[in-house]
């Protein structure tokens, strides 16, 4: 049957503008790859659940490394480049990443095996998304969808690092601005703070609140003494363990449980960095911590929505912006 210029014809040109006035207004979407690449979250899934299974401390780290990509360029897997082509010093070397990052082989073991199966068809972005998706599942929380088609950056700067993530020492004022400027609300911010509920830090991050902390009074106000002097126990260096490579868990309480344990312990006072513990001391975030200290599911849920949006921050999704990857570690 011959459409010409027909009834039929015009509906084709109808909908396939329909349907690319769509894509520009939501570059991203729901299985992806449903026709060129199928099996890819399935793929992602099975290498993150190995890697679990085997160190069950990776999903902080794999949360950690989406996080600080998306908050730098956006979600371009910038963060994952060895070297660009200016061979100026690159995310992984600026002081908040380096030799602090986790989880970096198994986005590498993902990607191979999904080169394996469908070449040049899944970038490291959408590798990425999925990976911390799927390690905050298994750290216990609510299955969330990520939507897919980000396509990977080509240019990796430690000079934005800085000023682009959240600092251990923030005060809330400074969160709040932080998280503002890429578009996420103070309640937006404590919940993504729980993402502390598991992992942890070294002790040159926090050691300053037990340590001559004002002139006055050497441990921080705003810290449980008891929990203080644990800390500070736990952290004097000896000669088998020195104190840059000693670290404490950033919950206490379930340190390897994706929950609200998290804003249980700032209650306490036993917000292990000072930032943690100023969600406690400013009355527009003092609210939002007592109210997910008491609603787990309500918090799992939020923070199931909020990583989804952090995996959308000024995503490249075309050719002419980005390219996807055959190797995390280099521009094609």
């Known amino acids: 049957m011959e459409i010409g210029n027909g009834p039929l014809f015009v509906w084709g040109l109808l909908i396939s503008s329909i349907l690319a006035q769509s894509a520009a207004a939501h570059p991203l979407r729901h299985r992806f790859y449903y026709f060129t690449c199928p099996n890819a979250e399935h793929i992602v899934a099975d290498v993150v659940r190995a890697a679990v299974h085997a160190d069950a401390g990776l999903p902080a780290g794999l949360i950690r490394l989406s996080f600080h990509d998306c908050f730098v360029r956006g979600c371009d897997a910038s963060i994952l480049l060895d070297t660009t082509p200016t061979n100026e010093a690159i995310e992984k070397d600026s002081p908040a990443n380096a030799g602090t990052l986790r989880g970096l082989e198994v986005i590498d073991?993902?990607?191979?095996?999904?080169?394996?199966?469908?070449?040049?068809?899944?970038?490291?972005?959408?590798?990425?998304?999925f990976a911390a998706r799927d390690a905050a599942v298994l750290a216990g929380l609510p299955h969330y969808r990520v939507q897919s088609g980000r396509r990977d950056g080509r240019t990796s700067l430690a000079s934005e690092v800085g000023d682009n993530l959240p600092s251990p020492y923030h005060n809330v004022t400074q969160l709040i601005d932080m998280f503002g400027k890429k578009g996420f609300s103070a309640n937006e911010m404590v919940i993504l703070s729980g993402a502390h509920s598991i992992g942890k830090a070294g002790c040159r991050n926090f050691e300053h609140r037990m340590l001559n902390f004002s002139a006055d009074n050497p441990t921080d106000p705003s810290l449980d003494p008891t929990y203080?002097?644990?800390?500070?126990?736990?952290?004097?260096?000896?000669?088998?363990?020195?104190?840059?490579?000693?670290?404490?868990?950033?919950?206490?309480?379930?340190?390897?449980?994706?929950?609200?344990?998290?804003?249980?312990?700032?209650?306490?006072?036993?917000?292990?960095?000072?930032?943690?513990?100023?969600?406690?001391?400013?009355?527009?975030?003092?609210?939002?911590?007592?109210?997910?200290?008491?609603?787990?599911?309500?918090?799992?849920n939020q923070f199931g929505k909020a990583m989804a949006k952090i995996s959308t921050l000024d995503v490249l999704t075309d050719s002419h912006k980005g390219e996807v990857r055959t190797n995390c570690r280099f521009i094609n």
């Not at 040049?120 to 959408?126: H, K, Q, T």
């Open 109 to 129: 073991k993902a990607k191979a095996r999904l080169e394996d199966e469908c070449p040049g068809r899944v970038s490291c972005a959408d590798i990425l998304a």
């Open 228 to 300: 203080a002097y644990y800390l500070k126990l736990m952290c004097t260096p000896s000669e088998t363990l020195p104190n840059s490579s000693r670290s404490m868990p950033l919950d206490s309480i379930t340190s390897m449980t994706l929950d609200n344990a998290y804003y249980v312990g700032v209650q306490m006072g036993r917000g292990l960095l000072q930032s943690d513990q100023a969600l406690m001391t400013d009355s527009r975030t003092r609210k939002m911590v007592k109210y997910f200290a008491r609603n787990p599911h309500s918090w799992a």
